[in-house]
Nanobody
Framework: QVQLAESGGGLVQAGGSLRLSCAASGRTFRLYGMGWFRQAPGKEREFVAAISWNGGSTSYADSVKGRFTISRDNAKNTVYLQMNSLKPADTAVYYC?????????????????WGQGTQVTVSS
């Protein structure tokens, strides 16, 4: 099992940038695909982005394509989400999760090892 801890959120104006981090415990981190999800008030948690175990493949939700970039550093057991051109609609609590494949992450079928999440608030 992988334990995850998200950080890096904050308050930013529309058009600004933030970089989120997800630190994972466990020696098997490098074996898993990793994904970012978000949940806005009153809405269900939704897929944002995913990356394969070696960083060779990525996948994004249509709403963030071209603005967000997911990356990972297996030596640091950390996955990142660089968020540019932020919009008020990006306001949410952001979480990370792990799974065998990107396909499982896209359909929300990861391990469910949710951390406390990190709040991102984008003001207009």
């Amino acid at each position: 099992q992988v334990q995850l801890a998200e950080s890096g959120g904050g308050l930013v104006q529309a058009g600004g940038s933030l970089r989120l981090s997800c630190a994972a415990s466990g020696r098997t981190f490098r074996l898993y695909g990793m994904g970012w999800f978000r949940q806005a008030p009153g809405k269900e948690r939704e897929f944002v982005a995913a990356i394969s175990w070696n960083g060779g493949s990525t996948s994004y939700a249509d709403s963030v394509k071209g603005r967000f970039t997911i990356s990972r550093d297996n030596a640091k057991n950390t996955v990142y989400l660089q968020m540019n051109s932020l919009k008020p609609a990006d306001t949410a609590v952001y979480y990370c999760d792990a799974a065998d494949t990107i396909a499982k992450l896209r359909r929300g079928a990861g391990m469910g090892s949710w951390g406390q999440g990190t709040q991102v608030t984008v003001s207009s």
